[in-house]
């Protein structure tokens, strides 16, 4: 590493530059890995064909998750992006895969679900409502992808979904992220016909629950989605447009 012996102002724009270098070197480390991880001859095929419109490097990398990190994935379902922070926390991270009982009692869900933490290694299932988990103030992030907009869209809710986004707060450490995916929503329409919801809703949410409103990513943005269509609709399923959020428990 380079000396900064050097005059006050000079020596401190020398250290922010290492340390500067220092993250691209990290984040460049991480891609790599990564890309080699979601690359493996085990998993699922479906799965790395949906890397490309989802963006998961690009993604991780704007939340700030890191190697080491202890993470959750809420709401993991299939475990796309159980796999997704399996590969960016690494073999000294670890990911917490949530599921509420419904997704559980799914015939053949857990031995899947068993199956893939077995395979990646450092996975741990969580079954049942994230505050059940007993791991309040111990995680460094958590992310939930293309949920929120079933629980605001429910019976309970905007309640129901702030009592869902304090659930996650609780559980994160002081200055732990929380990032939020979601099918971007326009006003005006029945958003909830359509499996979508408004970003400002969803910051909303976030922000009534305590977190706050860091950054917004447009890595996920489709301008072909106009979202006047259903989520499963043909010419947008699995290219919908969508917001990335990246709010921060304070610290």
Same mark, same amino acid.
């Given at each position: 590493?380079? %000396?900064?012996?050097?005059?006050?102002?000079?020596?401190?724009?020398?250290?922010?530059?290492?340390?500067?270098?220092?993250?691209?070197?990290?984040?460049?480390?991480?891609?790599?890995?990564?890309?080699?991880?979601?690359?493996?001859?085990?998993?699922?095929?479906?799965?790395?064909?949906?890397?490309?419109?989802?963006?998961?490097?690009?993604?991780?990398?704007?939340?700030?998750?890191?190697? *080491?990190?202890?993470?959750?994935?809420?709401?993991?379902? *299939? *475990?796309?992006?159980?796999?997704?922070?399996?590969?960016?926390?690494?073999?000294?991270?670890?990911?917490?895969?949530?599921?509420?009982?419904?997704?559980?009692?799914?015939?053949?869900?857990?031995?899947?679900?068993?199956? +893939?933490?077995?395979?990646?290694?450092?996975?741990?299932?969580?079954?049942?409502?994230?505050?059940?988990?007993?791991?309040?103030?111990?995680?460094?992030?958590?992310?939930?992808?293309?949920?929120?907009?079933?629980?605001?869209?429910?019976?309970?809710?905007?309640?129901?979904?702030?009592?869902?986004?304090?659930?996650?707060?609780?559980?994160?450490?002081?200055?732990?992220?929380?990032?939020?995916?979601?099918?971007? *929503?326009?006003?005006?329409?029945?958003?909830?016909?359509?499996?979508?919801?408004?970003?400002?809703? &969803?910051?909303?949410?976030?922000?009534?629950?305590?977190?706050?409103?860091? &950054?917004? %990513?447009?890595?996920?943005?489709?301008?072909?989605?106009?979202?006047?269509?259903?989520?499963?609709?043909?010419?947008? +399923?699995?290219?919908?447009?969508?917001?990335?959020? +990246?709010?921060?428990?304070?610290?």
């Amino acid at each position: 590493m380079k %000396s900064c012996k050097l005059g006050s102002w000079t020596a401190a724009l020398c250290v922010l530059g290492m340390a500067l270098a220092s993250n691209v070197r990290a984040q460049d480390d991480q891609a790599a890995h990564m890309r080699m991880a979601l690359a493996s001859p085990e998993r699922p095929p479906e799965d790395k064909a949906r890397d490309a419109a989802r963006k998961p490097i690009e993604t991780i990398q704007f939340l700030g998750i890191e190697s *080491g990190m202890k993470v959750m994935d809420v709401i993991a379902a *299939g *475990g796309w992006f159980t796999e997704v922070l399996s590969a960016a926390v690494g073999p000294t991270g670890k990911v917490y895969s949530q599921n509420p009982d419904f997704f559980v009692q799914r015939q053949g869900f857990v031995e899947a679900e068993q199956e +893939r933490a077995e395979r990646l290694g450092n996975v741990i299932p969580v079954h049942g409502d994230v505050p059940k988990a007993g791991l309040d103030g111990q995680l460094d992030a958590a992310l939930t992808a293309q949920n929120l907009h079933d629980i605001y869209n429910g019976p309970g809710g905007e309640q129901a979904a702030v009592a869902f986004a304090k659930g996650i707060y609780d559980v994160l450490k002081p200055g732990g992220v929380f990032g939020v995916i979601d099918h971007a *929503g326009i006003a005006g329409q029945d958003n909830a016909q359509f499996h979508r919801i408004q970003a400002q809703q &969803a910051k909303d949410v976030l922000t009534k629950a305590g977190f706050e409103i860091e &950054a917004e %990513s447009d890595v996920l943005h489709n301008p072909a989605d106009d979202h006047t269509k259903a989520i499963r609709d043909p010419s947008v +399923r699995g290219h919908t447009d969508q917001f990335l959020i +990246r709010a921060r428990k304070p610290g």
